[in-house]
């Protein structure tokens, strides 16, 4: 069976539906939903049931957003009588500016009001978690060639957000990911090779823990962690030559506590840089290390701490970097949701400040059961 993304990207389908988001069935008895919010919808129906308004989403930043099917699908499963809201919307992956509206509901108040903060929610985390990601996969091309991205964020943060970052993550630009769970969305699987947990398991020997790995998972492609000894080069020197080609890639992960062997080895090459953790005086030794001996096709994946800025310092000075693996820095919310009742009854009304702000490029939703 395929999955809705599939669909969506064959022109098959408009939108992804509850199929895919697979929504806790408690939002429908306001289990998340602020308890004013329940409260205003009781006081809707019972003091003024007739009334017509017009919701409006937008938020402060350039962004790329991302939510917005969930939210269309969320309003579609548990809304009263969804058919008849009208809903405008903008589309995930699309490029956003400061309050532009990306988002209208019109319909009685009673039928979807107490769903605001959810919306705000989904909106807020899918898309500062996309505009972080596609921040990162823009600095990884500073250089002139694009660096993949491989979106590592399963341990900074609780399990059950896996899928929907991973989703933001892959409209945001990452179509490489740690966790199947992260993949479950749009269509792919997880991707990895070993933790510092599987060289421990080999006394520290990463030949070894390797072998094994290739033993079990023969098909995969070879990319080795070398930090767990503090002294990259070597290691990886050391599982070049036992596996040659076999080798796809070597992964660093340098605590940012610590200072690789190579630079107490090499003491005369210490100056105005910080020796710690993953930097680029060692990638470029780490680089010239492997292409002296014949390894030039050995991948170098840089994780440990990175950040947009630390890309970008890389990327500026061509370090050798193939692959950049990223984690806490993605799933920062630095973009927050605003909803607005603008309209009601045909005239504008609304909170001081705000007012209703129609946007040509929202195109309006069709209802599908």
Known sequence: MKKEISLKLNGEIDRLTNKTFKFDERIKDGWF???YFLKTKEIAQKKR???EVIMQFFQKNHA???GTDEVIALLHTFSDDPENLEIHSLKDGDKVSPFETVLTIKGPYQSFGYLEGIIDGILARRTSVATNVYNVVKAGRTSGTQKPVMFMGDRDDHY???AGDGYAAFIGGSTAQATHAMNEWWGKTGMGTMPHALIQLFEGDAVAASKAYKEVYPDDELMVLVD???DVITDSLKVAHA???ELKGVRLDTSNNVVDKYFLRNEHIMG????RGVNPELIFALRLALDDEGFEHVKIIATGGFTEEKIKQF???NVPVDIYGVGRSLLDNKIGFTGDSVILNGEPESKFGRRYRPNPRLEKVHFHK
Do not use: I
Request: charged share 15%; net charge neutral.
């Open 33 to 35: 939903s602020a308890v």
């Open 49 to 51: 049931p007739n009334n």
């Open 64 to 66: 790329v957003l991302c």
């Open 160 to 162: 059950t957000q896996q």
């Open 228 to 230: 767990y000894n503090n």
């Open 243 to 245: 596996f040659k080609n």
């Open 272 to 275: 105005p840089f910080d020796p």
């Open 315 to 317: 990327e500026k000075q």
